[in-house]
């Protein structure tokens, strides 16, 4: 004889209502979006800009030749997504205006001689 008991909802299961907003995974996708970056890590020069992207270029005149960072630390001051950083550093490496380095658990990024030479022309 079948049991006519009220059976409970799955243990993880969520329950939404009709009519709610459905939870979304990407709600701090767009957090970043709006917000200035710090002041002196904007691009300069136009002609950099146009070569490498506005981002790009202000991740190039963010890293000085002298002072290796971390990939979180130009995240911080650009404040954009560390992901976001970690794929323009791959690119400015692969075309050799970023040199990087492993010290332990951390990679640190500077700007190589021909990325130096790339942002002291671009930035006039």
Do not use: W
């Not at 909802?9 to 996708?29: K, L």
């Not at 490498?52 to 971390?70: Q, W």
């Not at 970690?86 to 990087?100: D, E, F, I, N, P």
């Amino acid at each position: 004889m079948p049991s006519h008991e009220p059976t409970a909802p799955p243990r993880y299961a969520q329950v939404i209502r009709a009519g709610a907003p459905r939870p979304c995974g990407n709600r701090n996708r767009n957090r970043n979006r709006n917000r200035e970056p710090e002041p002196g890590t904007r691009a300069g020069g136009p002609a950099l800009a146009a070569l490498l992207g506005a981002p790009r270029t202000a991740l190039l005149l963010l890293l000085l030749p002298a002072e290796p960072l971390p990939t979180v630390e130009p995240a911080r001051r650009l404040r954009v997504p560390t992901g976001a950083v970690s794929r323009h550093l791959r690119v400015l490496h692969a075309t050799g205006l970023v040199t990087r380095a492993r010290d332990g658990r951390r990679v640190l990024h500077r700007r190589s001689p021909l990325g130096e030479r790339l942002a002291r022309q671009g930035a006039v």
